[in-house]
């Protein structure tokens, strides 16, 4: 009887433990064919919310773990030095429409990159002790300019959670380091399939 | 034995000696502080890891000593670099890796740092190793809170994480090429009619030996042209001229730069187009709510005009940001008087609306007829006009209220067909000379011209009808009103008449 209690409760924790690993994410690849993406670059995230340096802070975490897993990253501003001075100017101006197919095609064949990586910050907001984010990234490929994929990542202090209280983020930093290297970086590997890959 | 151990150290030591001689510098910027805004930047950490790293071997030079190449490079942010720039560094340092790094949390109470360093080749400008580290308070919580860290020891972990596993690849860079580095192109105007000078103005920084050739590239209707760069104001601004091509379209222009004899290298960078542009943009003008009658627009007071570009010409297609609009021009004459009124002209893009007042302050004008001529520009010099008429009418038209007098019976007619603006609204009453109200008509909705209505006068009550007057609220369709009062009925014969008796009213009248 005991026994059956025990294992129980046993069982309600474990259901309470493993949905705080769980989190919403919507993930749409829409062609990726290419299996030689080695090399490209990560530009810097829109950021439409008020905390400011966290779009820099996602591209520098993105781009050394993509390295760190093999893949060639050029420095972005070494990218958009290749922007002419009014390419500079709109993207400054209107980066979500200034990064157009021709652009992309023109980065990618001075500098050999066969991706660029971008995105948008929704929310990232701090309450007291709870963090909470919300992006949308996407892959572009520099043989036709086109839109590969795109994802959207919604996490919170609860998202990283282990046991009780241990591994819960109060920070909006750390929350971003764990997305970034626990799930962004898995996700990417499935769509930029390098095969040269060391 | 012991010479050969004596041989193997000396080896040993030799290729040693050779190693650290030959390994890669590491140059380490300054760090960017994104916790204290857009352009904060921070020497403590990156000073600390370079130290770190001397300690280990490595050969580093810490940011104090590249503040100065970056100020004569005139580097502001030192996050964002360029081929030029760290050619420069590969000469000034010999080193072959640059150390980025930035720090989104610097936070002592509760300590919590965020910090993300790279290191970039100097002749790929790849990144070659990276980490990045962010802790907070709560990654150390030990197991029931007994023991908190604080910033110091925060700080260490953080190094230590940092640098933990840090192996500068070793990599001899025989050579490395020239560069060049666009920091500003100017053109004349983007826009251009054929057969018109195109002026470009570039300004560049070179790294490394002076280039041969400095040109543009800049394609004609046939063929491609090489155009010399010839030096302008200062040592990194350069200037060309050349003639826009006579068929419409846009034109790539490509920076072509040479080095001879060593290096017999040629970069080709692209730094932008121009139009060539000789179509009139297509100027539509649409005036908002008003009457038209006859070609010509009803105005009452005021008159709003939406300018717009339209169709699909090549003008259209040319357009850049904006409606490619480089000027605009208004002028109201007067027809009657023949005199021009109001000219008004802005560069820019076209209004949304504009919104001409007839009537008030002191552009009050006399009622009649106005022409308005609405004249635009587009980027490239090429021009378009279009005219409208307008009937400024202030005042509803009089109506003639006309009396057909016949032998026994009177009838009466109402008109207003003489008049050019429909009405809407009509309220009249005819009196005797004696104020007795003898007749009421009333009419409104849908703009009418006339008004025929059959009115029997008593012969044997109204004995002249010369003394009949009327009263009137008449409104006309845009929306003007008047009030008529003690106006005089014109008298007719009934032979003169348009009104016969109907049938019916001689059948009444036997």
Known sequence: ?198 | MIKKWLKILFFSIFFILIFKITYAQIVIFPFKDLSKGDHSINFEIPEEIAQKLSEEGFKVIPPKEVIPLLIKFRKVDFYNINFALLREIYKNFNAQYVLLGSIGKLQKEPPAISIVVKLVDVSTGKITWGKSVSFSAEDFISFLSLKEIDYFSMIEKVYKTLLTNFKEPFKSISKITPTVDIQEVVFNSRYLQPGKTVECIIKMVFSGPKPSFIGVEVKDNHRKRLIPLNKYTNERSYIAFWKAPEREGRYPVVLVVAWDSEWKLTKRIFIGRYYVDNTPPNLNLVIKGAKKKNGKVLVKDVLEIIPKVVGSNTSKNFIGRGNGIAKWQIEIYSKNKNTLILRESYPGELPAVLTWYAKGGMNTLPPGDYLIKFKVWDLAGNSNEVKKEVLLVTDPPTPQVIVYDGKEKDLMEIEINKNFIPLVRVYLEIFNKNGKKIAEIKKEGEPFDRIKKEIFFDKGKIKNLNSLYYNAIIEDELKNKKILRRAFVIVKKAEEGPIRPTFKTWVDEF
Request: net charge positive; glycine share 6%; with cysteine.
């Open chain 1, 1 to 198: 009887m005991n026994s059956k209690i025990i294992f129980r409760i046993f069982l309600i924790l474990a259901i309470f433990f493993l949905s705080s690993c769980f989190s919403k994410k919507i993930s749409v690849v829409i062609n990726s064919s290419n299996n030689n993406f080695c090399e490209g670059t990560v530009f810097t995230f829109i950021n439409n919310t008020k905390k400011f340096g966290i779009e820099f802070l996602i591209r520098d975490i993105l781009t050394v773990e993509l390295s760190k897993n093999g893949y060639i990253l050029k420095d972005p501003s070494i990218v958009k030095s290749f922007f002419t001075p009014e390419e500079r100017i709109h993207y400054f101006e209107n980066p979500e429409i200034a990064l157009s197919p021709e652009l992309t095609k023109r980065l990618g064949s001075i500098l050999g990159l066969k991706w660029i990586i971008g995105g948008k910050i929704l929310k990232a907001e701090k309450i007291g002790d709870y963090v909470r984010i919300e992006l949308l990234i996407w892959v572009k490929e520099t043989k036709n300019g086109r839109l590969i994929w795109y994802s959207y990542y919604k996490r919170d202090s609860d998202s990283y959670r282990t046991i009780l209280h241990f591994g819960r983020t109060s920070d909006l930093y750390s929350l971003v380091d764990k997305m970034v290297k626990k799930d962004i970086i898995k996700d990417l590997k499935k769509v930029l399939i390098c095969e040269k890959k060391s």
